[in-house]
């Protein structure tokens, strides 16, 4: 047993003792941290170290001894959702002369997400500089709010930088990001794998007028540093339905910059059934809901989806559908096939 | 050398980054045996050939950069040579993550497993080096499955003249895949996949040795090119070269089953080498041992054959160009700042003076500094605003595009540097710099074509203690500019081809003989100063009498600053070293020490010349 171990099993006894043990520990391990080249320090590292550390990060703020540590300091104390915390994070934003340490700070809220963040960060989409309006919408997308692609996409159609609505634009059209790896896509058995072989326009409509069941795909991350296994990715879903008149308008869309973005103008959907970690929704046409996104989202890990319910499209159908999935460690987002099967 | 006011050249725009890899040069399946021998060999530094005339370039910097000991006769001009060729590409059909491939024609003519060959025509001389650089291409029908899908070309063979194999994977790879996968998907690394022992991809275990060969191709980053240079050491004695824990050096020139000719040369004659075109696409058609997809790609090869006849620890050995663009309006300005070029200037200093140590033996040739301000836009209308604050996750893009803009001459020999002002990673926080390859590309345009670091927008603002003064002494330097310096040379020596001398849990090594190994991780579970002083279990082996790297740097104590920097068997004196030094102000601080072995293997690189 360590000489560590030992006091922190002391703890219950001579709390004040322990505490000032332990605060120098946890001083020790966030400086081991913060100084990594690449740093490691997740917020369920951060997270895991206990409800002391936040407090220990300030006092390191206090007179961090290098510039980086402020940085690194700040986004580790993001990811703690007290009031004490997100207070300090959001004072560091407002009140930061340096717009990099702003945009530190702004990214940092998103990390934790604590109640209010969306709202909070909404603000610096107007701010004056150009760079801390693009690291408020990345922070934005961050934290998974519904509202956010809209708030970014309004932006974006004011933005008088034009990069800056580029890239605001951009952010709108991606869901959030989590740790990263090489995001790997695993392909459907071929039996059942939808092939690009329905060359004519009309078959693939028709094949697409039919009914629909099935189609799944997980998304795992390959993680470089281990190399020995391929771990399930944190991922979310958005399918954007709009139900009028009975009659389903929904839209598949692929993100990113994939070519073929695709959207079914007037398709008509019943007894959707969404179904992934534990999570079911079902959607029936008389649920007169324009933004679903919110349930649709699967909140934590999750392997595989599937997707079953009745599809009447009319007009141009895409030969196959993707549908979007939240993404990480790659530029581009990871799609879902939806397969389809007559 | 083009140059361009900027003027100019915010009124055009790039042609696009990837418009290199757009010719579609197929050679039949029938061919494959014979397929792309040799190949128009090009003059060095005469760029690539699918560069047009009017490619964009960026304007040159107003910062002038200025380094003592940087000279462009630094270069090995008498003794040293490298041509480069790219090869007709090579169609083959992709293969699935758990995917074997085949040489074996599939139902349409075509199989699984590109194989090209190359000759080597005359002597390269005892620090002559190979190196393949390959690409996908033309991978539409993978591209269409997913935007995430990717296809990478991974080396499964390099024989050489006298059929002696370089890779030497282990039957397993072959039958089992190189990573198992159930029909769910769920997907684990096929350990008995590995190259053997005597491979040019070293490593005291097959772990190791499989680490070195992913590594080295980039099999984990996902990017699109794989670079791979060999020898990939250079030493003699100590181990069997077929001894799992040996470490021998494969290209010992001493050794008679050496890779190398009783000459210690590389032969001359025919290589012949074969790739995988390895999908992140998962088939769960079938557990493991899947065959190819439907879908097909094509390998592009460059290689580059690099003469030198220089005996190693000859002195200076040559010198490395760099490309360094300054990104974003802050970074431009402070660039044009006195002050701002002043801290560029000693940050250059730093990176040379650590690279010209003793064991490396190499400097600075020349350094051309470029500006990507909000005045230059590429092909897809971003600006180097847009870059400015690049997610980590991006870089790989940025290495594509922003490769592009550079002197087209220098392509092959220049290091291509990215100055932005934050690297941010939504989960891990601010990156400090990032290499895009272990070694990285010298083809322009590709995602590993590059490395960037973290400014801060601080270039002009570093080193306030020398205010006023038209140089920057060490002694008056600020801890992070100092550390910025290690951490371009650290990412420039990935770049050149190391790997960290410990991975971070301590569990894998770089297999490079002379630096330390440590595998006691502390109380986060990495490697920290602290836990390699007081655990360090292997020492430095040619140190006698053998030494720990507490016994022999007894008195470090940070609260001091009482550091070893020279001492070369604590690793975290190694430039390498997987994290960031302690560093005071002034100096102090841990060393940034190459290892001998080490310089050798940078030395191989096709960018020192």
């Known amino acids: 047993m360590t000489v560590l171990s030992r006091m922190v099993m002391l703890a219950p006894l001579f709390p004040a003792l322990a505490l000032a043990v332990t605060d120098a520990e946890l001083q020790e391990r966030a400086l081991e941290k913060i100084r990594e080249r690449h740093p490691s320090a997740t917020c369920a590292w951060w997270n895991a170290q206990g409800s002391r550390m936040p407090r220990v990060i300030e006092q390191m703020l206090e007179s961090p001894e290098r510039m980086v540590d402020r940085f690194r300091l700040i986004e580790g104390l993001g990811c703690f959702t007290d009031e004490e915390s997100v207070k300090k994070v959001r004072e560091t934003a407002e009140k930061a002369d340096s717009s990099v340490l702003r945009m530190t700070a702004v990214r940092a809220t998103a990390r934790g997400g604590a109640p209010g963040t969306a709202e909070w960060l909404r603000g610096f989409l107007a701010h004056e500089d150009p760079r801390t309006r693009v690291a408020a919408a990345d922070a934005l997308q961050l934290t998974g709010d519904a509202r956010a692609p809209g708030w970014i996409d309004e932006q974006a159609k004011t933005e008088k930088e034009a990069w800056v609505a580029r890239k605001l634009k951009k952010a709108a059209s991606v869901l959030p990001k989590t740790p990263g790896g090489m995001p790997v896509v695993v392909l459907p058995p071929r039996s059942e794998r939808l092939r690009s072989d329905s060359d004519g326009q009309q078959e693939a409509q028709a094949r697409l007028e039919k009914r629909w069941s099935g189609g799944w795909s997980g998304v795992r991350l390959l993680r470089p540093e281990k190399g020995s296994s391929l771990s399930p990715r944190a991922v979310a879903v958005r399918i954007d339905i709009e139900f009028k008149d009975h009659r389903a308008r929904a839209r598949f869309e692929a993100a990113g910059d994939i070519k073929t973005r695709k959207s079914l103008p007037a398709a008509e959907l019943s007894e959707v059934q969404v179904v992934g970690g534990g999570f079911t929704a079902i959607f029936r046409d008389r649920d007169r809901v324009k933004e679903l996104a919110p349930e649709l989202r699967v909140p934590g890990r999750w392997e595989a989806l599937r997707l079953s319910g009745e599809l009447r499209g009319s007009g141009e159908l895409p030969p196959a559908l993707l549908f979007e999935v939240a993404g990480i460690g790659d530029k581009s987002e990871p799609q879902f096939w939806l397969l389809l099967r007559e | ?609």
């Open chain 2, 1 to 609: 050398m083009k140059r361009k006011a900027s003027s100019v050249i915010s009124e055009r725009k790039w042609h696009g980054a990837l418009a290199a890899v757009a010719r579609r040069a197929v050679i039949s399946g029938l061919l494959l045996s014979v397929a792309a021998c040799g190949g128009p060999a090009k003059e060095p530094g005469g760029g690539g050939d699918d560069a047009s005339a009017d490619d964009f370039v960026f304007p040159e910097s107003s910062w002038v950069p200025s380094v003592s000991g940087m000279l462009s006769s630094n270069h090995d001009d008498s003794s040293m040579s490298v041509s480069e060729a790219t090869l007709d590409s090579v169609t083959a059909h992709v293969v699935p993550l758990n995917g074997v491939g085949s040489d074996s024609a599939e139902t349409d003519g075509v199989p699984s497993i590109a194989t090209v060959s190359f000759t080597v025509s005359e002597s390269l001389g005892t620090s002559g080096s190979i190196s393949l650089i390959a690409r996908a291409v033309n991978a539409e029908e993978v591209a269409e499955v997913s935007a995430t899908a990717r296809v990478l070309p991974i080396l499964v063979s390099l024989t050489d003249p006298a059929g002696k194999e370089f890779v030497q994977l282990s039957s397993q790879c072959t039958t089992q895949g190189l990573y198992s996968c159930t029909s769910g998907g769920n997907c684990s690394l096929n350990s008995a996949c590995a190259p053997q022992a005597g491979s040019a991809f070293m490593g005291a275990t097959a772990s190791e040795r499989r680490s070195q060969w992913e590594q080295h191709q980039e099999l984990t980053s996902g990017v699109d090119v794989g670079a791979v240079t060999f020898p990939t050491c250079r030493w003699s004695g100590t181990g069997n070269l077929t001894s799992a824990s040996g470490l021998g050096c494969p290209f010992s020139p001493s050794d008679s089953n050496s890779f190398l000719t009783s000459g210690g040369v590389l032969r001359t004659g025919t290589y012949t080498a074969r790739y995988l075109l390895l999908s992140n696409l998962i088939d769960t058609g079938a557990t493991t041992g899947n065959g190819a997809l439907e879908y097909r790609a094509d390998l592009e090869l460059t290689t580059y054959i690099k003469k030198d006849s220089d005996a190693a620890s000859s002195g200076y050995r040559g010198a490395v160009d760099l490309n360094v663009v300054l990104v974003g309006d802050t970074n431009v300005a402070d660039g044009a700042a006195s002050a701002g070029a002043r801290n560029l200037n000693a940050l250059f200093q730093i990176v040379h003076d650590q690279l010209s140590q003793a064991n490396s033996e190499i400097r600075l040739g020349s350094i051309r500094a470029y500006d990507w301000d909000s005045s230059v836009e590429a092909s897809d209308g971003t600006s180097g605003n847009s870059w400015a604050e690049v997610d980590l996750e991006l870089t790989p893009d940025l290495f594509a595009l922003g490769s592009q803009g550079v002197d087209s001459a220098t392509e092959g020999s220049g290091i291509n540097i990215f100055l932005v002002s934050t690297i941010p990673y939504s989960s891990g926080g601010t990156i400090l710099g990032r290499a895009g390859g272990i070694p990285g590309s010298p083809k322009n345009g590709t995602l590993a074509s590059g490395l960037v670091f973290a400014s801060f927008d601080r270039l002009a603002s570093f080193n306030p203690g020398c205010s006023g003064l038209a140089t920057c002494p060490t002694t008056s330097q600020e801890a992070d500019f100092i550390d910025m310096g290690a951490t371009i040379t650290h990412e420039i020596g990935h770049y050149l081809g190391l790997n960290h001398p410990s991975e971070s849990d301590g569990s894998v090594h770089d297999a490079v003989l002379d630096t330390p190994q440590c595998t006691n991780t502390g109380t986060g579970g990495v490697l920290t100063v602290s836990s390699c002083r007081t655990g360090e279990t292997s020492t430095h082996p040619s140190n006698s009498p053998a030494r720990t790297c507490s016994t022999a740097c007894p008195s470090y104590n940070l609260a001091s600053s009482t550091f070893c920097p020279t001492v070369d068997e604590c690793q975290f004196n190694h430039v390498m070293w997987w994290t960031s030094k302690n560093v005071r102000a002034g100096g102090a601080g841990d060393g940034n020490l190459i290892s001998s072995h080490s310089g050798d293997i940078i030395n191989f690189s096709p960018f020192i010349r």
